[in-house]
């Protein structure tokens, strides 16, 4: 199964695939740096800069700054992570920054009711921005 994650809100996307993942189904989410977080965009990147910035940094806690990373911790908070089924259901999700090559061929999955423009407020920011402004040095 292949979710196109652009311009979706990053919570409902992760809920649906934490879903398909526990049911023993194999997720691709693709576009993971076009995901939006809601709420303000200053109050969202200061926060999560703030998470970054916590403790020593050979002892943790450590914060993925690369998008695809970032959705995939996302995914992994919504699994019962701490048990052997969560586990498994971890090893099946793969998410891509943009779309590769070789699976071009098949048609992604768009989840309707989580697109951005359907949220109440227009504060919203993309996951590549919050990345960028936590130290992502993309290519």
Same mark, same amino acid.
């Given at each position: 199964?292949?979710?196109?994650?652009?311009?979706?809100?990053?919570?409902?996307?992760?809920?649906?695939?934490?879903?398909?993942?526990?049911?023993?189904?194999?997720?691709?989410?693709?576009?993971?740096?076009?995901?939006?977080?809601?709420?303000?965009?200053?109050?969202?990147?200061?926060?999560?800069?703030? @998470?970054? &910035?916590? /403790?020593? #940094?050979?002892?943790?806690?450590?914060?993925?700054?690369?998008?695809?990373?970032?959705?995939?911790?996302?995914?992994?908070?919504?699994?019962?992570?701490?048990?052997?089924?969560?586990?498994?259901?971890?090893?099946?999700? @793969?998410? &891509?920054? /943009?779309? #590769?090559?070789?699976?071009?061929?098949?048609?992604?999955?768009?989840?309707?009711?989580?697109?951005?423009?359907?949220?109440?407020?227009?504060?919203?920011?993309?996951?590549?921005?919050?990345?960028?402004?936590?130290?992502? @040095?993309?290519?």
């Amino acid at each position: 199964m292949i979710i196109d994650a652009k311009d979706t809100v990053l919570g409902r996307v992760s809920s649906f695939a934490a879903k398909q993942l526990l049911l023993g189904n194999k997720v691709d989410i693709v576009n993971c740096e076009e995901c939006v977080v809601s709420g303000r965009q200053h109050f969202t990147i200061n926060e999560y800069i703030r @998470k970054v &910035h916590r /403790g020593a #940094p050979a002892k943790g806690p450590y914060f993925y700054r690369r998008p695809d990373m970032f959705v995939r911790r996302t995914i992994r908070g919504m699994l019962p992570f701490k048990k052997p089924r969560g586990q498994d259901a971890y090893k099946n999700i @793969k998410c &891509h920054i /943009g779309f #590769p090559e070789n699976l071009k061929k098949e048609n992604p999955i768009v989840l309707e009711n989580s697109h951005s423009s359907k949220l109440q407020l227009s504060d919203y920011i993309r996951v590549k921005d919050i990345c960028n402004a936590a130290g992502w @040095k993309h290519i």
